[in-house]
């Protein structure tokens, strides 16, 4: 009976460490958002990044259409997958080549430590 207990106690705990293991922090909408947003040292014109600002606020809904969806992990990254190519389009029409390739840059920069709470986010850019 003591044996049997030992085992209930150590799968209970190993069980309780997967569900740990598996959990990720959840990244704040604002956060994000903020952090898309955080363009100063692009020197900017006001209109762009305005125009910016407004596609931003757009990418992070359909970024948390992704991330709070009931889809698996793999359909979560191949949608995120799509999505970056939709946003890379956009981005350059917006900002053009230039000035598209130091933002990304700068975003992958400024996202690591969101991307170390929902490493979905990673395949965005």
Known sequence: MKN???SIVVIFVFLVG???VNAQETVLKEVLLTTL???NELDLSNLKTEDLMEYNTGLTDRI???LESDK???EKVEAMKILSNDTE?????????K???????LMEDQL???????KTLKHLF
């Open 89 to 97: 389009r956009d981005l350059t029409d917006l900002l053009g080549k």
């Open 99 to 105: 000035m598209h390739k130091k933002y990304v840059k």
């Open 18 to 20: 997967l569900q740990h």
């Open 4 to 6: 049997c207990m030992k």
């Open 37 to 39: 947003n955080s363009v």
């Open 64 to 66: 948390y259409e992704i």
């Open 72 to 74: 698996v992990e793999k």
């Open 112 to 118: 690591k430590p969101l991307i170390k709470k929902d």
